[in-house]
Every structure is written in C-alpha cells, then in structure tokens.
C-alpha cells in the first residue's frame, strides 16, 4: 500500500482482527452488490471506504426523487440518472483506490450466474423475490457467502448464509428461509420505510462482509437478524436447513 493508503485506512489497519493482512485481504476482494437502493447504497459507501478492492454493482433503475429519503448515495442532481452510474460516481469519489464495475442491466435467472462467479462475496438488498431466489441459487452453485438484507416500515433483518457445502452441508440458504414467494409481497413503495432504518441495515450489511473477508469476529453464519425500530429492540435467532428446500435440499441435488 502507498502512504496516502495506509494513512487511509489507518484506523482500521490498528484493529487487530484486521491488521495489514486484513486491509490487504480487502484491497484483493470482488464484492458484488445487487440493487443499489436503500440497503446497497449504504454497504456500498462502507465497504468503499474500507478499501474493498473491487465493487460490482447490478441495477436496472433510474434515480427518483422518492429514492432519496433513504439512498444517501444520490443527491438530486442525480434524480434521473442510472442507479449504478451514479452510485459509482459517489464510491469512486469516496476513494479513487477502488475499482467499480457497473453492471446496468436487470439480474435474473439467465444471467445470475455468470455475474455472481466472478465475485468473492454478494451482498443482496433488492425488494424482489424472483431476483432474490436467483441470487441465492447462483452464490450455491458458485458457493459464495451470500449476505442478505430487507426491510420496510420500520422493521429490518439481515441474514448471512454460508454456501460453502464441503465445509458445512447443514448450513440453511435463503429459500431455507423463505421457500416460496409471499402470495402479497410487501415493498417500500407499498408500505412504506423510515429512512435512517435503511442505514442501520445497510451499514450491517457492510459490517458482516468486512468480517467474512477478514476473518474478524463471527459472521451471522445461519442466524437471522431483526430488528425493530420503533421499540428500539434487537434479536437472533437460528436459521435451520429446511430438508425440503426447494433449492438446496438432497432430494432436489439427488
């Protein structure tokens, strides 16, 4: 690392869960986040200025005006831009050391997996199941950790599922956690979502990818995360392997 790097990440670099080989370990790490809104913003700008090496950002969306309540990542100036245009404007400008790559296109079934592979980590903060059950198939079949992320109104979890199967063929994936798409699916848009909860979520979100690529402290491996707002309350519970998972059930690999 150069001078202006090590004075960078100096207050990280003294941590001795992280040390130069953690911040050398982030310096070499592809994160990729999908949906660059309330939750990817927030763990966008964090693992930014951490100084993760390489940060893919997958959106199909423009800037709205609505966005911005929650998505400190856009101004105004940006309302009417593509989403990751201009969130790699705000990470590039937060440390020019980083390398960002945009991926402008809607993630799906078709091409989930061929995006997730090259990446070491996923980070997924998107409102839509579909994506969300494509996500959680590919970082399997890739067997990336996989740090997912939701919220609404005033309530946020987090959950980090651990794909690698050779090291732990009980830990649950997310279809372990949600195995079926909501008949009434909720949205921010729908229901509606305090903003700051947005941060809190998404700098969580950031806190456990910096713990998986460093080694620090334990990753919130098979164990879900909520949170309530309003109360001001915080839980954890187990997130158990569903034999009868859609996805990552033995009778469905058989």
Excluded: W
């Amino acid at each position: 690392m150069e001078a202006d790097q090590l004075e960078r990440y100096a207050r990280q670099i003294v941590l001795k869960e992280i040390g130069g080989a953690g911040q050398q370990a982030l310096g070499r790490t592809r994160v990729l986040i999908v949906g660059a809104g309330g939750l990817g913003g927030p763990a966008g700008l964090y693992l930014a200025a951490a100084g993760v090496g390489h940060i893919g950002i997958i959106d199909d969306d423009d800037v709205d005006l609505s966005n911005l309540h929650r998505q400190i990542q856009f101004g105004t100036v940006d309302v009417g831009k593509r989403k990751t245009a201009a969130m790699a404007k705000a990470l590039t400008a937060l440390n020019p050391h980083i390398q960002i790559q945009e991926h402008d296109y809607k993630l799906d079934t078709d091409n989930a997996q061929g995006i997730i592979s090259g990446y070491d980590v996923v980070l997924d903060g998107t409102d839509n199941f579909k994506a969300r059950f494509a996500v959680n198939a590919a970082c399997l079949s890739a067997q990336i950790p996989l740090v997912s992320g939701a919220l609404g109104r005033f309530d946020g979890q987090l959950a980090v599922f651990k794909m690698d199967r050779s090291k732990n063929k009980e830990a649950a994936c997310y279809r372990c956690f949600v195995p079926h798409e909501p008949p009434d699916a909720e949205t921010c848009a729908s229901v509606g979502v305090v903003g700051a909860l947005a941060g809190i979520i998404g700098s969580m979100m950031a806190m456990e990818t910096l713990k998986i690529i460093t080694g620090a402290g334990e990753p919130l491996y098979g164990k879900l995360f909520l949170y309530n707002g309003l109360n001001g309350e915080a839980r954890t519970i187990k997130l158990p392997k569903d034999p009868a998972c859609p996805t990552c059930s033995k009778s469905k690999t058989k």
